[in-house]
Structure formats: C-alpha cells, structure tokens
C-alpha cells in the first residue's frame, strides 16, 4: 500500500527485456508506468522457436531469418501493439540479438509509434548492463543517468540516489 503504483518501472535484460516488453502491454492498472528493455530477446517476442524449449538460443539470433515468417511477424506485432507504456530501449552491438531487433523489433516498434526513446553504448557485449567484461564506472553512471532521466518523465514519485 505505500508504493504509488504510477511509480513503478520495470527493467530486464536479454529474455527480461521480452519480459518488461510484455508486462508493457498489461492493461492499464496491471502495467508498470514505464519499462526498460535491454537487448531484449526479441527471437522469444516473436515465438522463434519451432519446437523445443522456448529460452533464449544464440543460433536461432544468428540464423533468425531461417525461422522468421509471416505467422511470427504477426505475433511479434500483436505483442508490440498491445504495448500501453513508454519503453526505453537501451542497447550494444556485440551480440546477434542486436541484428534481430534493429531488423525486426525496433521496425515493429516504430510502425506502432511504441518507441519512446532509444539509448545505443557502442563497444560493449551483451551483459554490459550487469558489469561484466569489465565495464567502466562511466558506462554505469551514464546508463543510471539515462535511464533515471527518462523514468523522471513517466514517474509521480521521482527518483533520488539512494545515499539521500
């Protein structure tokens, strides 16, 4: 009862990236005010997988174009439609998913005028977001920096660093 629920963002990384994009598309009242998707798993969004296990598969990102036809371009847009928040997508390059979503989910995104706003960190892998290959304190006080901003934008309750 003492968090304002038009207070509330959500982030996720890789296949929790497909997740806040999902949770995005809640109705109102059941959805996050905002959601930050980092090099989400897009292969997931636009159900990829033909059979098998549905979890992130770095062969399916590589070859995503032997899987990917019209029945997932229609869940892919379906899902994307439905989004009722503002996302933040925040990306690398380094990693194939990276070419599945500037291809096939940020076009999607943008047709559905979805996209709020985009955040690129050139040079870095997937994962840079949870510190690993050794990411400078600079990235982390930019990204915090970005996204504190965009969620100050969306937020009742604004945000504040935690030494306050």
Not at 37 to 43: I, K, L
Not at 58 to 78: P, Q
Not at 119 to 139: N, V
Request: hydrophobic share 35%; glycine share 8%.
């Amino acid at each position: 009862p003492s968090v304002d629920p038009n207070s509330m963002v959500a982030l996720g990384h890789s296949g929790g990236g497909r997740l806040v994009l999902e949770l995005a598309g809640l109705p109102n009242g059941k959805a996050p005010t905002a959601v930050i998707a980092s090099e989400p798993a897009s292969t997931l969004i636009a159900d990829l997988y033909p059979v098998g296990p549905k979890k992130p598969d770095i062969n399916v990102s590589i070859n995503y174009e032997e899987y990917y036809g019209e029945r997932n371009r229609k869940i892919l847009e379906a899902r994307v439609q439905r989004i009722c928040r503002p996302v933040l997508y925040i990306h690398s390059e380094h990693h194939p998913i990276n070419r599945v979503n500037e291809e096939l989910l940020v076009p999607a995104l943008k047709k559905y005028d979805k996209l709020t706003k985009e955040k690129f960190y050139p040079g870095y892998y997937h994962g840079y977001i949870w510190g690993q290959q050794g990411i400078p304190e600079e990235l982390y006080r930019t990204i915090i920096k970005d996204i504190t901003s965009f969620c100050s934008r969306h937020v009742a309750v604004q945000p504040r660093p935690v030494s306050d």
